[in-house]
């Protein structure tokens, strides 16, 4: 009976630590815009994994593959000699209009985060135009518990957040908002 209650104890005592002692959580964001362009357009701009320069955060993009799975780029970030972020595409259609891809090399205080993917779809919205949707999921930039702040799930999520509005906000620009 002693040692029942001995064990008892100590699971108690050690709970509150067990609980503490978990990592990261996996974070995942959707941002969506609506243009006034067909899907087909819209398609034909973004559809490349091999060609981001409808994105105004990325200087160049280099890459092998094409649209095939694990076709890979490299983004130049910034201006000419700036830093680069890696990715490897695994999954494509071109009849879906979506493409799925990872990063596979980045320096966290360039985009704070690890074990990032993301999706990239457009599809037709009701009422003509588009809705082009990014998905992520990932984990912030400091894998271990107490991370510094500029490398917390809320940086995390406001720099990925910030890179997908900065993209959808230039294709809004450039193809126009349903009704306008």
């Known amino acids: 009976m002693k ?3 001995f064990l008892a104890a100590a699971a108690c005592t050690l709970m509150p630590s067990i609980a ?3 990592g990261p ?3 995942k964001i959707t941002v969506t ?3 006034a362009a067909d ?3 819209v398609w034909s701009v973004v559809g490349g994994f091999q060609d981001m320069s409808w994105h105004p955060a990325v200087f160049a993009t280099k890459g092998e593959g094409g649209n095939e799975i694990d076709a890979t780029r490299v983004l130049v970030v910034g201006e000419e000699g700036g ?3 890696d990715e490897i595409l695994y999954k494509y259609s071109d009849e879906k209009m979506s493409y799925s891809y990872r990063i ?3 320096e966290v205080d360039v985009l704070p985060v690890t074990n990032y993917s993301s999706h990239l779809t457009v599809k037709p919205r009701d009422g003509g135009g588009s809705i082009i949707e990014w998905r992520g999921a990932f984990y912030r930039g400091y894998p271990n518990n107490d991370p510094p702040e500029d490398l917390n799930d809320e940086a995390a999520i406001k720099a990925v957040t910030g890179v997908y ?3 959808l906000d230039a294709l809004v620009e450039r193809f126009g908002a349903p009704g306008s």
């Open 165 to 167: 509005e900065l993209g």
């Open 3 to 5: 040692r029942r209650l």
């Open 33 to 35: 815009a609506e243009v």
């Open 39 to 41: 899907p087909t357009e």
């Open 83 to 85: 830093p680069t972020i």
């Open 20 to 22: 503490l002692a978990h």
């Open 104 to 106: 596979t090399a980045v």
């Open 25 to 27: 959580t996996r974070q």
